[in-house]
Protein backbone atom coordinates (compact mmCIF):
# COMPACT_ATOMS: atom_id res chain seq x y z
CA UNK A 1 0.00 0.00 0.00
CA UNK A 2 1.74 3.67 -1.34
CA UNK A 3 1.04 6.72 0.74
CA UNK A 4 0.57 9.88 -1.15
CA UNK A 5 2.15 12.73 0.29
CA UNK A 6 0.30 16.28 -0.55
CA UNK A 7 2.60 18.63 -0.74
CA UNK A 8 1.63 22.27 0.81
CA UNK A 9 3.07 25.48 -0.72
CA UNK A 10 5.75 26.61 2.06
CA UNK A 11 6.17 30.04 -0.03
CA UNK A 12 2.61 31.91 1.33
CA UNK A 13 3.17 35.47 1.51
CA UNK A 14 1.21 36.53 4.63
CA UNK A 15 -0.29 39.96 5.25
CA UNK A 16 0.63 42.83 7.55
CA UNK A 17 -1.19 45.68 7.95
CA UNK A 18 -1.77 48.59 9.66
CA UNK A 19 -5.20 50.81 10.49
CA UNK A 20 -5.58 53.89 12.23
CA UNK A 21 -8.91 52.84 13.92
CA UNK A 22 -11.32 55.12 14.84
CA UNK A 23 -13.68 54.90 17.92
CA UNK A 24 -16.72 53.10 17.79
CA UNK A 25 -15.31 50.28 16.15
CA UNK A 26 -14.73 46.52 18.01
CA UNK A 27 -12.17 44.58 17.11
CA UNK A 28 -13.55 41.20 16.16
CA UNK A 29 -14.99 39.88 12.89
CA UNK A 30 -18.45 39.83 13.95
CA UNK A 31 -20.86 41.88 16.13
CA UNK A 32 -24.45 42.40 16.09
CA UNK A 33 -24.14 45.72 17.96
CA UNK A 34 -21.55 47.59 17.01
CA UNK A 35 -19.71 47.96 13.57
CA UNK A 36 -16.52 45.77 13.21
CA UNK A 37 -12.70 46.71 12.34
CA UNK A 38 -12.63 44.08 9.17
CA UNK A 39 -15.39 45.94 7.84
CA UNK A 40 -12.92 48.94 7.30
CA UNK A 41 -10.32 46.61 5.47
CA UNK A 42 -10.43 46.43 1.88
CA UNK A 43 -11.99 43.77 0.01
CA UNK A 44 -8.71 43.36 -2.09
CA UNK A 45 -6.78 42.53 1.88
CA UNK A 46 -9.81 40.01 2.22
CA UNK A 47 -9.97 38.58 -1.20
CA UNK A 48 -6.15 37.99 -1.00
CA UNK A 49 -6.70 36.45 2.19
CA UNK A 50 -9.76 33.92 0.77
CA UNK A 51 -7.82 33.10 -2.12
CA UNK A 52 -4.22 31.86 -0.38
CA UNK A 53 -6.30 30.45 2.25
CA UNK A 54 -5.04 32.57 5.11
CA UNK A 55 -7.36 33.93 8.30
CA UNK A 56 -6.99 37.49 8.89
CA UNK A 57 -6.95 38.53 12.30
CA UNK A 58 -5.86 41.44 15.12
CA UNK A 59 -2.59 42.12 16.73
CA UNK A 60 -3.92 42.29 20.29
CA UNK A 61 -7.18 44.64 20.50
CA UNK A 62 -8.42 47.94 20.88
CA UNK A 63 -11.37 48.60 22.97
CA UNK A 64 -14.55 50.28 21.10
CA UNK A 65 -13.79 53.71 22.69
CA UNK A 66 -10.36 53.83 22.21
CA UNK A 67 -8.37 54.91 18.52
CA UNK A 68 -5.37 54.61 17.03
CA UNK A 69 -2.54 52.02 16.21
CA UNK A 70 -4.29 48.40 14.96
CA UNK A 71 -2.32 45.60 13.17
CA UNK A 72 -3.87 42.99 11.50
CA UNK A 73 -1.59 40.04 9.93
CA UNK A 74 -1.87 36.37 8.75
CA UNK A 75 0.94 35.28 10.80
CA UNK A 76 0.29 33.79 14.09
CA UNK A 77 4.19 33.92 14.86
CA UNK A 78 4.31 37.69 14.37
CA UNK A 79 1.05 38.02 16.23
CA UNK A 80 2.62 35.95 19.20
CA UNK A 81 5.84 37.81 19.58
CA UNK A 82 3.83 41.42 20.22
CA UNK A 83 1.08 40.17 21.86
CA UNK A 84 2.70 37.36 24.43
CA UNK A 85 2.47 37.92 28.34
CA UNK A 86 6.07 37.02 28.40
CA UNK A 87 8.13 39.65 25.54
CA UNK A 88 6.80 42.61 27.40
CA UNK A 89 6.31 44.58 24.62
CA UNK A 90 6.13 48.31 25.00
CA UNK A 91 2.30 49.64 23.95
CA UNK A 92 2.62 53.74 24.11
CA UNK A 93 -0.93 55.49 24.27
CA UNK A 94 -1.59 59.31 24.46
CA UNK A 95 -4.33 59.72 27.14
CA UNK A 96 -6.66 62.97 27.79
CA UNK A 97 -7.60 62.89 31.22
CA UNK A 98 -10.93 64.16 32.46
CA UNK A 99 -9.74 66.45 35.15
CA UNK A 100 -6.32 68.03 35.14
CA UNK A 101 -3.48 67.08 37.31
CA UNK A 102 -1.24 69.41 39.20
CA UNK A 103 1.94 69.35 38.54
CA UNK A 104 2.75 68.00 42.18
CA UNK A 105 0.06 65.06 41.54
CA UNK A 106 1.74 64.26 38.59
CA UNK A 107 5.01 63.76 40.05
CA UNK A 108 2.69 61.82 42.36
CA UNK A 109 1.20 59.49 39.15
CA UNK A 110 4.38 59.19 37.95
CA UNK A 111 5.68 57.27 41.02
CA UNK A 112 3.07 55.30 41.33
CA UNK A 113 2.68 54.14 37.93
CA UNK A 114 6.69 53.50 38.01
CA UNK A 115 6.27 51.09 40.68
CA UNK A 116 3.55 49.00 39.34
CA UNK A 117 -0.04 49.82 40.32
CA UNK A 118 -2.64 47.77 41.64
CA UNK A 119 -5.87 48.03 38.86
CA UNK A 120 -9.26 48.29 40.77
CA UNK A 121 -11.71 45.47 39.55
CA UNK A 122 -13.94 45.96 36.43
CA UNK A 123 -17.05 43.79 34.72
CA UNK A 124 -15.08 40.28 34.04
CA UNK A 125 -11.67 41.44 35.42
CA UNK A 126 -10.47 41.42 39.12
CA UNK A 127 -8.52 43.73 40.87
CA UNK A 128 -4.51 42.91 39.71
CA UNK A 129 -0.84 43.99 39.68
CA UNK A 130 0.39 45.52 36.59
CA UNK A 131 4.12 45.73 35.50
CA UNK A 132 5.65 49.57 36.01
CA UNK A 133 5.09 51.81 33.43
CA UNK A 134 6.44 55.35 32.63
CA UNK A 135 4.42 58.80 31.93
CA UNK A 136 5.67 61.64 29.92
CA UNK A 137 3.40 64.68 30.94
CA UNK A 138 2.01 67.37 27.67
CA UNK A 139 -0.46 69.27 29.85
CA UNK A 140 -2.14 69.08 33.01
CA UNK A 141 -4.60 66.76 31.68
CA UNK A 142 -2.92 65.38 28.38
CA UNK A 143 0.17 62.65 28.77
CA UNK A 144 1.81 59.32 26.74
CA UNK A 145 1.96 56.36 29.04
CA UNK A 146 4.10 53.45 28.46
CA UNK A 147 2.85 50.00 29.39
CA UNK A 148 4.48 46.78 28.56
CA UNK A 149 1.40 44.16 29.10
CA UNK A 150 -2.36 44.89 27.88
CA UNK A 151 -4.63 44.00 30.55
CA UNK A 152 -8.32 44.69 30.28
CA UNK A 153 -9.10 47.96 30.23
CA UNK A 154 -5.66 48.36 31.79
CA UNK A 155 -5.15 52.38 30.74
CA UNK A 156 -8.32 53.50 32.06
CA UNK A 157 -8.43 50.89 34.96
CA UNK A 158 -5.03 52.52 36.21
CA UNK A 159 -6.34 56.45 36.03
CA UNK A 160 -9.29 55.11 37.94
CA UNK A 161 -6.46 53.73 40.27
CA UNK A 162 -5.66 57.25 40.96
CA UNK A 163 -8.44 59.13 40.86
CA UNK A 164 -9.23 60.30 37.70
CA UNK A 165 -10.66 59.38 34.12
CA UNK A 166 -9.70 58.43 30.51
CA UNK A 167 -12.10 61.28 28.08
CA UNK A 168 -9.95 60.20 25.16
CA UNK A 169 -7.02 57.26 24.67
CA UNK A 170 -5.19 56.95 21.54
CA UNK A 171 -2.36 54.01 20.69
CA UNK A 172 0.67 55.57 19.51
CA UNK A 173 2.85 52.39 19.10
CA UNK A 174 3.57 48.60 19.63
CA UNK A 175 6.66 47.80 19.96
CA UNK A 176 8.61 49.18 17.29
CA UNK A 177 5.95 50.05 15.04
CA UNK A 178 4.85 53.29 15.05
CA UNK A 179 1.38 55.10 14.28
CA UNK A 180 2.21 57.22 10.83
CA UNK A 181 0.56 60.77 11.22
CA UNK A 182 -0.42 60.50 7.89
CA UNK A 183 -2.68 57.19 8.33
Not at 123 to 135: A, D, N, R
Request: net charge positive; with cysteine.
Amino acid sequence: MSRRKKTISSDIQHLYLMMNKPCGYVCSSVSDRSPVVFDLIPEEYKSYCVQNNLSLHTVGRLDKDTSGLLLFTTDGQFSHRLTSPDNHVEKKYQVVLKEKESAERQKQIEQRFLKGIILPAEKKSEEQQVLPSTIEWFSASVCRLTISEGKFHQVRRMFLAVGNEVSELKRLAVGTYLLPKDL
